[in-house]
């Protein structure tokens, strides 16, 4: 069936993605021309059902971004952060107990203190009522799912088509996707998306940066009893219930009234197939300098995202010929102090100013290089190049000795502004750290209480995840008989551990294994994408408002 032309709008710039980074370049756009007397068309399309649907993270949240971009935001009747951190805490756990780390000996970027805890989700549905009033269109529900080209030119987006049938056909209720035709598309997807993954290898991006590397952050609400709250306390974790080699740890932030946010962060840089994220967060629950926040209260969201973690040195090229990367698309974390919505609202509006002054030369469809050339002088890249060797060092060294000469590195480079190790490599990016599973211990993870820890499908429920049933499956599989040869049959089929939604299953009945795919649970982390050990999985977008609607994450 030949497919009906898409309808196409035109706009000055086009932004994919409704998260913080996304937003504060509309913003600030709309600032720009408010200040220049001119006009700058922008629109912004996000994936969600709405605004803040899709977003997640812990979240302590430095205000520098929102200080930057809306001054006046701590005046705002309705301001989505309201709770200052008051108190910091960093354990040290062990199986059966654990020590406090005395906060005096961290370097002084770790402190919290002036920061606020909230829901980044709430922060981005705020930000796009504030876009809203400055004229900025914002279309949730459409994902950018192809980028349009002219010869080797970015000119805009098309959204995804709607009421396609599993089989790839049309159905009744068929609908041809956008259009939205920019003078400057901005690739504001976030981690792992997958227009920037297609526009990094199309320009080699990434040429001259090293290998990315990521995190898997899988995160719960609760509503804690009011005698086990603590408001404002920030408290991390490092160590069990990961081995020395696995990198990752632990957060719990007390905040607005008896809510705590419980995650844990593991690097994907792990190397037992057998090793299950979801499951390192279950157990952690149950330690004993843990479990007793959480006693009497309830468990009432659910979510997990990938986190980009490579920094300074696994920045990709930011510009290319019609666009740039912003926000998590490029990779601005700062990873020992699990931060970087701050680093996406800043690089929003580096990008916004020297977008805004190319379209007052009357440019359009070329590289705005200057953006490229300016990030690693500003904030972001002082944020990010002092804190450089911490993953490195981490994933060479465990989380015994690594976090002591990151601790270390850190210190120096906030002292003298050297560091004795230079730049360090990643080394390997993640899909190739996995042993086979004849080589590793296989990891027994006990079964969920219903209480305090739980199963994959009765957190998905919390999350809202929905997607049409009968669309196509959004999680290529480019070569299943790969995927049984190697997947399966060396490294034990890691997919049905490393993700937190049990999206993944190999079914053992029959001769033959059976690899089940259940993309209607799918929360949209990439983890798939990102550690499948051939790279034979890729996550492009479902049908629009599909995936988790989070609330209050």
């Given at each position: ?168 056909e049309p159905k009744g209720e068929f609908t041809r996707g956008m259009e939205l035709r920019g003078r400057y598309t901005i690739l504001a997807e976030g981690a792992r998306g997958s227009l920037t993954k297609g526009i990094i290898d199309r320009f080699g991006l990434n040429k001259n940066a090293d290998h990315q590397k990521y995190g898997l952050g899988v995160k719960e609400l609760w509503q804690v009893k009011p005698e086990k709250f ?67 209260g309830k468990r009432i969201g659910y979510g997990a995202r990938a986190i980009m973690e490579g920094g300074w040195q696994s920045v990709p090229k930011l510009t290319f010929p019609g666009g740039c990367l912003v926000g998590d698309s490029a990779g601005f974390v700062n990873v020992p102090r699990i931060k970087g919505s701050h680093n996406a609202i800043l690089s929003g509006m580096l990008c916004a100013e020297h977008v805004a002054s ?196």
């Amino acid at each position: 069936m030949e497919l009906p032309e898409r309808e196409s709008m035109e706009y000055d710039v086009v932004i994919a993605g409704g998260g913080p980074a996304g937003l504060a370049t509309a913003i600030r756009l709309k600032q720009l021309a408010a200040e220049t007397g001119s006009d700058i068309s922008v629109v912004v399309v996000e994936k969600g059902s709405e605004i803040g649907a899709h977003v997640l993270s812990g979240a302590v949240i430095d205000p520098i971004g929102l200080d930057h971009l809306l001054p006046d935001w701590r005046q705002a009747s309705d301001r989505p952060l309201t709770t200052e951190v008051t108190k910091d805490e960093f354990l040290f756990l062990g199986p059966a107990g654990g020590v406090k780390i005395p906060t005096v000996g961290l370097p002084r970027l770790m402190d919290n203190h002036g920061n606020f805890i909230g829901s980044l989700g709430n922060v981005a549905r705020w930000l796009g009522q504030q876009a809203e009033a400055l004229g900025v269109e914002i279309y949730p529900g459409f994902p950018a799912a192809e980028i349009l080209f002219e010869g080797e030119a970015v000119v805009g987006i098309a959204t995804g088509d709607m009421g396609i049938g599993r089989d790839g056909e049309p159905k009744g209720e068929f609908t041809r996707g956008m259009e939205l035709r920019g003078r400057y598309t901005i690739l504001a997807e976030g981690a792992r998306g997958s227009l920037t993954k297609g526009i990094i290898d199309r320009f080699g991006l990434n040429k001259n940066a090293d290998h990315q590397k990521y995190g898997l952050g899988v995160k719960e609400l609760w509503q804690v009893k009011p005698e086990k709250f603590r408001k404002g306390l920030v408290q991390h974790s490092m160590g069990w219930p990961l081995p020395n080699r696995a990198g990752g740890g632990s957060w719990l932030y007390h905040f607005d009234d008896n809510l705590v946010s419980v995650g844990f962060v593991t690097h994907l840089n792990y190397e037992n197939p057998t090793l299950s994220p979801f499951e390192e967060f279950q157990r952690l629950k149950t330690h004993p300098m843990i479990r007793d926040t959480f006693e009497g209260g309830k468990r009432i969201g659910y979510g997990a995202r990938a986190i980009m973690e490579g920094g300074w040195q696994s920045v990709p090229k930011l510009t290319f010929p019609g666009g740039c990367l912003v926000g998590d698309s490029a990779g601005f974390v700062n990873v020992p102090r699990i931060k970087g919505s701050h680093n996406a609202i800043l690089s929003g509006m580096l990008c916004a100013e020297h977008v805004a002054s190319a379209l007052a030369e009357g440019r359009r469809h070329d590289e705005v290089a200057s953006y490229e050339g300016a990030w690693r002088n500003s904030a972001i890249g002082y944020d990010l190049f002092r804190v450089r060797n911490v993953k490195p060092l981490w994933s060479r060294f465990g989380t015994l000795v690594g976090i002591g000469l990151g601790g270390l590195d850190m210190w120096m480079s906030e002292l003298t502004g050297l560091s004795v190790f230079g730049t360090l490599s990643h080394r390997k990016p993640d899909h190739a750290t996995l042993k086979p599973a004849s080589a590793v211990k296989r990891i027994v993870y006990p079964k969920p209480d219903g209480v305090l820890t739980f199963d994959r499908l009765s957190s998905v429920y919390l999350s809202n995840t929905n997607h049409e049933e009968d669309q196509p499956v959004h999680l290529k599989v480019r070569d299943m008989d790969l995927q049984k040869r190697s997947e399966h049959d060396v490294f034990g089929g890691p997919s049905a551990r490393y993700c937190p939604a049990g999206v993944y299953e190999w079914i053992e009945e029959g001769p033959e294994p059976r690899f089940v795919i259940n993309a209607q649970n799918c929360v949209h982390c990439k983890t798939c994408d990102i550690k499948d050990p051939n790279q034979n999985i890729t996550w492009v977008t479902p049908e629009g408002g599909g995936g988790p609607n989070y609330i209050g994450m």
